[in-house]
């Protein structure tokens, strides 16, 4: 029986992983750049394998500079949930290919260098990722806030593994500078599943963000707002998620509530963050909750239907903010709030948003 090495099985489990996503029925337009990523990392994990499975040395020309090109794919990915780029593509496309060429260079003139870029490259794209995500998830203004959560986490952790992915590289440069190696291998396995982890961790951003690029948002005032200002944003947003129902839109997004609430994104955050402690996230989901928990006492529509209808769009982001806002599942609360029932906890959360309003 042929010996098929684990990075062949890791590999086969990106490639699978991609078609997953990449084929995921959406309106709008997928995240290419961690669409990339998941691409590149399979074929990664192929080169991993030749070399270290079968003892193909030649790929060691190839596989270091598929290395330095994932964490700036990882980086673009964020940045387009983060903010719309001013830069035009060419620029975009020279700024993150600028790693590659490092590396190419360094492949033809000095090899010995190639493990020390390598680690540089990932701690410098670790430390960049963690600057974009410095205001939590309210920095990802194009990423649907029903999972904009856990999103900003799940990037956040790619980013630590970024750091984790360069230690590795440490160790082997370390090992073969040594002159014995004999761990080498070891080495580089654990290093392709911490890869595995960056992948995984990226395409599960990228299937909750399939979100188009919106028009620019209301011009940053170049001072702090006061709290007359903050004051009048809540009451703005307030009135588009209580009159205007806006929280049912599956695809909203920071950059869209501050475009039709005429208002700053960074405002509005700072407003809803101070008088809720709570960041936009957060805020629009618990209007979303409120209603969810008024139709579940109110009406037979199943749980699904209601998901969809507050704005939802998967029942894992659903169920989550279900429990952080009610301590129970949403069945555990139809089955305790029957039409009879003492006053719902619906009213009381409404009672809770409603008091964010300033008078």
């Not at 499975?53 to 940045?79: D, K, Q």
């Amino acid at each position: 029986m042929p010996f098929v090495p684990l990075p062949f099985v890791v590999a086969l489990s990106l490639f699978i992983l991609l078609w997953v996503v990449a084929s995921r029925q959406d309106e709008a337009a997928p995240n290419l750049p961690f669409l990339a990523l998941i691409l590149v990392a399979a074929l990664q994990s192929v080169l991993t394998g030749l070399r270290w499975g079968y003892g193909i040395s030649e790929v060691g020309y190839i596989a270091p500079v598929s290395a330095a090109i994932m964490p700036s794919l990882l980086y673009a990915g964020v940045s387009s949930l983060v903010r719309t780029s001013d830069r035009r593509w060419p620029a975009l496309l020279g700024l993150h290919a600028t790693p590659a060429v490092i590396i190419i260079m360094l492949i033809i003139f000095w090899r010995e260098a190639i493990d020390v870029a390598l680690t540089s490259i990932d701690f410098t794209y670790a430390a960049a990722i963690l600057w974009l995500l410095r205001s939590g998830a309210d920095g990802l203004r194009l990423a649907p806030f029903d999972g904009a959560v856990p999103v900003s986490r799940a990037i956040l952790f790619a980013a630590a593994t970024l750091c984790l992915s360069g230690a590795v590289d440490m160790l082997v440069s370390f090992d073969l500078a040594s002159g014995h190696g004999a761990r080498a291998a070891t080495v580089i396995g654990i290093g392709n599943l911490f890869m595995l982890v960056i992948v995984g961790v990226a395409a599960a951003a990228a299937s909750q963000s399939h979100v188009p690029l919106n028009a620019a948002e209301p011009v940053e005032s170049p001072s702090p707002p006061d709290a007359g200002e903050n004051a009048d944003a809540i009451a703005r947003v307030n009135e588009l998620m209580q009159e205007k129902k806006l929280y049912r839109d599956a695809n909203l997004n920071l950059n869209r509530l501050a475009r039709r609430a005429g208002i700053p994104a960074r405002q509005i955050s700072m407003a809803i963050n101070r008088a809720t402690a709570r960041n936009v996230s957060q805020y629009v989901n618990g209007h979303r909750i409120t209603e969810a928990c008024r139709l579940l006492s109110e009406t037979d529509q199943s749980v699904t239907e209601i998901m969809f209808a507050v704005g939802f769009q998967t029942k894992s982001n659903f169920n989550r903010e279900f429990r952080r806002v009610t301590d129970m599942t949403p069945l555990a609360w139809r089955d305790r709030n029957a039409p009879d029932a003492a006053p719902s906890l619906a009213n009381r959360r409404a009672a809770e948003i409603g008091s964010a309003v300033p008078h």
